[in-house]
């Protein structure tokens, strides 16, 4: 992990169905220490090798946090692959978030 | 903190509690966002730095409609004394979990410290209450965001819907007891016409007016018209002056005082406009200002009607001298119409005004309106020793004790009454003081007759 609040996470070798998130936290706050193990658990069970998970944390980064319009945390984006997806949460109910990734069915 | 908005500072004492958060709670449609806006637009222009942050309306709209205000936001934007922060949520995004706005805190922080912000205002605080998913966890979110203010020390409006539902309204009543000042405002329609009210409904450690104020919102945005004291502060009466008819001056030991409020009142026809123009040209020949306020006929129709008892009212108009304003009186809430009034006053500088005819006033809404809106101009005359001139046109029928209609016969110095009278197969029209305070007075019916050369009476 990136010093500053910025950290990323991701597997060895990014291939072209990549799933890249950018995940916006408020320092070690309980939503946002949850948003980012629900998240961390549910890509190694359902993207094992193939996600990007860069963690913003808005304490320290407030223009990143203005420039993405995030008011909440935790909030989850999923940039990649598009369409985009907003998430507002702890991420608690992984059926929920799988069938919002698109990701229901995969293995 | 002043608020910029010179009615509602006089209302608070002094304008909204610093570093603390005041609500402003309103129906749609009631003014609130412009309130916190000028606000703002107050502390900016004054070089105190502002943040308007806003969950329901977008940054570009709330641009566009300040500027049809004349007030120019992107200019103070790029001076950093003004800051929009649009804080929609992505109405599309997934809620998952429980969350909390720090991103939103995070932002304020980096903002307040980067623009050494004074102010903010929260707008449709409301709005971000309803993404969470039940009343205890909004009341939590908002006492959190409530510390947090308090704990930067910015002097903070948030504003809220009111809701009429009673259930909804138990549900943020808890805002209320919260906040250090509450102040509610709402628009409301009584016979047709809409009235704006704003009451503060609490301030800690302050005394305030605890009244109902009406305003208005024009293009230049908030205008409160709060009674301007406590205290009667009433010029004494000056010097006489003539009434315009020699005659009537007799019968009044000399003519009207200045600085006082005269009541002429009579049936339809019985010749008060007339006497009124009398008056009114004898000022404005003397050199003095009059400002007469129609609410029955244009100024053009007033000025060719008076031609026919010969009363030449146009060359005083050309003159500057002799101003006449005419308002439709249903047109407006009697606090526009006060709000009019009063601005022709300031305009006009008149030493005396004429309001033709205070029976119309109370199609401004009620008699209630008639008289709020008389007592207002009274007052603001009677303050600024202006002689007020007040028409009334009577059924006849009234008692002599209420002469005016309205309940305001104490704030009237002078009662002049007309009236006709059946006299064989011909009309006779009389004239008799029925007061002057501070005058004695003749007690005779006087009989007159309307000529194309004024009022004169009948028999020498």
Known sequence: ?107 | MPTGIAGLDVVLGGGVPAGRVTILSGGPGSGKSTMGLQCLLRGAEAGEAGILVMFEERAATVRQDAWSRGWDLARLEKQNKLFLLDARLDPAAVMAGEFSINGLLAILDHRIAAMRAKYIVIDAVDALLHRYDSPSRERHELYSLHEWLLDRGVTTIMTVKAIENDKARSEYAFLDFMADCVIHVDQRVTAQITTRRLRVIKYRGSGYGRNEYPFVINEAGINIIPMTSNVLQHRPPGARISSGTAWLDDALAGGYRQGTAILIAGTAGSGKTTLACLFTRAACLRGERVLYLNFEESPEAMVANMLSPGVTLQPLINKGTLAIRSYLPEAMGVEEHLFHSLQDMSECRPTSVVVDAISACKRMGSEQAAFDYLMRILNACKERGITCLCLNQSSGRESIDDISGIGISSLIDTVVLLRHRQAGDTMVRQLVVMKARGSRHSEQFHEFRITNRGIVLAKA
């Open chain 1, 1 to 107: 992990m990136k010093a500053r609040g910025r950290s990323t996470r991701h597997a060895a070798r990014p291939a072209r169905d990549t799933y890249v998130f950018r995940l916006f936290v408020a320092g070690d706050e309980p939503n946002s220490a949850l948003a980012r193990e629900n998240l961390g658990r549910l890509c190694d069970a359902h993207l094992p090798g193939r996600f990007e998970i860069h963690t913003v944390d808005v304490l320290k980064h407030a223009e990143v946090a203005y420039k993405h319009n995030v008011i909440v945390t935790p909030t989850l984006i999923l940039i990649r692959p598009l369409p985009r997806v907003t998430l507002f949460g702890t991420l608690r109910d992984a059926g929920q978030v799988l069938a919002a990734l698109r990701l229901t069915g995969a293995p």
